[in-house]
């Protein structure tokens, strides 16, 4: 089944996500947070699906994942002077997500010349030293 995932959250048709996940991977339309967009930013059309996928998330209760990660492009963290950022952060930080933020270079992992920006946020997590394991890897702790 495919759809916007806009569509299913007003419906409240969402597919029952899997339980017992490490990870929520959050990737929201980069369209409204770049000039291409007019900056439009979080609130905009598409850019906005952010609070969808949290909207999921938060259904989840109890079995919500430790770790979020959001990719987007760097222009995240600019948009709206941060304003955007730091309402993401807000909602992370009401699901008792403590942040970090970082930028990975995509030359370290493929082939491209893409900078996306990752932000990371975590509740106590039994998984190792994922961030450690994250960043051995030549260019992506810097």
């Known amino acids: ?10 419906a409240g048709d969402t597919p029952e996500p ?12 980069c369209t409204d947070l770049s000039l291409v967009g ?10 906005s699906t952010f609070y969808d996928l949290m909207k999921i998330r ?3 209760g109890q079995h919500q994942p430790p770790v979020v990660a959001l990719e ?9 002077d941060s304003k955007d950022r730091e309402a993401a952060v807000q909602v992370l930080n ?13 030359r370290s992992v493929a082939p491209q010349l893409r ?9 106590p997590c039994s998984h190792g030293h994922w961030r450690r ?8 702790a810097g």
Not at 18 to 29: I, K, Y
Not at 115 to 123: D, E, F
Not at 133 to 140: F, V
């Open 94 to 106: 009401g699901l008792s997500c403590p942040v970090n933020i970082l930028s990975l270079d995509a």
């Open 58 to 60: 938060t259904d989840l």
């Open 115 to 123: 900078r996306p920006g990752t932000s990371r946020a975590n509740k």
């Open 38 to 47: 007019g900056r439009k930013g979080l609130p905009g059309e598409h850019s």
């Open 1 to 10: 089944m495919q759809s916007d995932i806009k569509v299913l959250v007003e």
């Open 72 to 80: 987007n492009v760097n222009g995240f963290a600019t948009s709206h």
């Open 133 to 140: 394991r994250l960043c051995e890897r030549d260019g992506l």
């Open 18 to 29: 899997p339980r017992d996940v490490a990870l929520t991977w959050v990737s929201f339309p």
